[in-house]
Each structure stands twice: as structure tokens, then as C-alpha cells.
């Protein structure tokens, strides 16, 4: 529904704190191609169909003071065009979790909060592109959740690299329900020729492949004993 208590029109700004946005019909705040915060902080959200949606590029403004309770989808949809990372980004844990209905171009360095949760759409990926660079670090108590809108073994895509940047890293991740067989190679992590990225003290569950390593890509040595995985068809995938 394009239905909502505040549209940020096209080419639009809106600096928004300590504000509450509740009862709307569709979303709290919608925010289209070319709108912008210029600022963010510290707002509820409260009996809205979809809190937020938003574009990708508008993932910065977010912060972790800001509460969601009683809507619909207590999410905050990452919905339609400018789904690209073309600045540097870090991505905050929020009290909800991030839903992608499109897919992402990671073209910047993206780093990914402890604690935050990602949730993809069918056959969706996560595509850091030959530019770009993805540094998702969780911690044991706190890991970065990466998983699907359905819980279906291979619903989504996965994460893919296709850059050789040593900021690649999953570290104290959970990447479940990735793999799709519509992705680029079915691996719930997909490492494209070349390209290279650091998996350690992960979980990956619920894909046919776990990590797909193309030929010519490059994957630590110890991805196979340092991470678990679980109701995976195979662990490891090398292509020769």
C-alpha cells in the first residue's frame, strides 16, 4: 500500500525526533526515490500497518532509541528502488528487524551491526558487487541474523560476493534459509570467482549448499571446522 501518515515525496527532506507516529492505514512514514532524512532519532511507532518503509540508502538514519510496538508488521520494509549501498553505511541493530522486499547492491563498504536482524523475500539476494564490501561481526550472545520471510529451506537467494575486498567478513552470523536454486550459485553464501570473504564462528542452517565457493575464489581454511552447520545438503561447496 503506498497509503501513509507521512510520504516523503521525491526530492523531499524530513528531519524527524522524540515523535510519535501511530494508527496508520499502511506505513508510519513513507520514504520515496530521491527523499531523505536529515534527521532520525529516537521516534515511536504504534498500530501502523508497516512502521517504516523505506530505501535502502535511507538504512543510515535509523538508530537503536527508536520503539515499535502493536503493528501490523513490526518491521521496518526496505521496499522498492534505490535499493543500493553507494556510501559508506553502517547498518544499527534496531528493536525489529530489517524486511528486504528488494533486492540489494552492496556498492560501498557496508558494515552490519551485532544483534541486527535482516529478513529477505523469496529469492531475494544480498549482493556485495565487485566495489563493494560487507563486514557483518556479531558476537556469541549477540549474532547478526540474516533469514527469510518464509521459513522454507532455500527461500532466499543468500549473500554473495563478488569483490576481493578484505572487508569481507562473517563473523558470528546466522544465515538461515538461504540458497535459493533461482540465486546465482545456491549457496546460502556465494563466493563468485575471484572474489574473496572471511566465514567464521557461524551458523548456517536450512540451504542446500552452505557456502558455494566459485573457482578462483577465495575462502579461509578453516571455514569448515569453525563454523556449524545445520540441515545443510553440503557444508562446503568447491567448484574446481
Request: charged letters at 20%; proline letters at 3%; zero cysteines.
Amino acid at each position: 500500500s503506498d497509503d501513509a501518515a507521512i510520504k516523503l515525496a521525491p526530492g523531499s527532506q524530513l528531519g524527524i525526533d522524540h515523535s510519535t507516529v501511530r494508527r496508520a492505514l499502511g506505513s508510519g512514514i513513507y520514504s520515496m526515490d530521491d527523499a531523505d532524512f536529515s534527521r532520525f532519532e529516537a521516534n515511536h511507532f504504534d498500530h501502523t500497518e508497516t512502521p517504516l518503509r523505506l530505501k535502502a540508502s535511507d538504512l543510515v538514519k535509523m538508530d537503536a532509541g527508536s520503539t515499535f510496538a502493536d503493528n501490523t508488521n513490526n518491521v521496518v520494509t526496505v521496499a522498492h528502488g534505490e535499493g543500493n549501498v553507494k556510501e559508506t553505511a553502517l547498518w544499527r541493530k534496531l528493536t525489529v528487524p530489517y524486511r528486504f522486499d528488494g533486492s540489494v547492491e552492496v556498492e560501498a563498504k557496508l558494515t552490519i551491526e551485532a544483534g541486527a536482524q535482516l529478513q529477505f523475500r523469496e529469492a531475494l539476494p544480498l549482493n556485495v558487487n565487485s566495489n563493494g564490501s560487507l563486514t557483518a561481526i556479531g558476537t556469541a550472545a549477540d549474532p547478526i541474523i540474516f533469514t527469510a520471510t518464509d521459513e522454507t529451506p532455500g527461500y532466499w537467494a543468500g549473500v554473495f560476493f563478488e569483490s576481493k575486498s578484505s572487508s569481507n567478513v562473517l563473523r558470528n552470523v546466522e544465515v538461515r534459509f538461504g540458497g535459493s536454486k533461482s540465486g546465482a550459485v545456491g549457496g546460502a553464501v556465494g563466493i563468485t570467482h575471484g572474489a574473496s570473504a572471511t566465514v567464521q564462528s557461524s551458523t548456517i542452517s536450512s540451504s542446500p549448499i552452505g557456502i558455494y565457493v566459485a573457482s578462483e575464489a577465495t575462502l579461509n581454511p578453516d571455514a569448515s571446522t569453525s563454523n556449524q552447520f545445520k540441515d545443510v545438503g553440503q557444508n562446503i561447496f568447491t567448484e574446481r
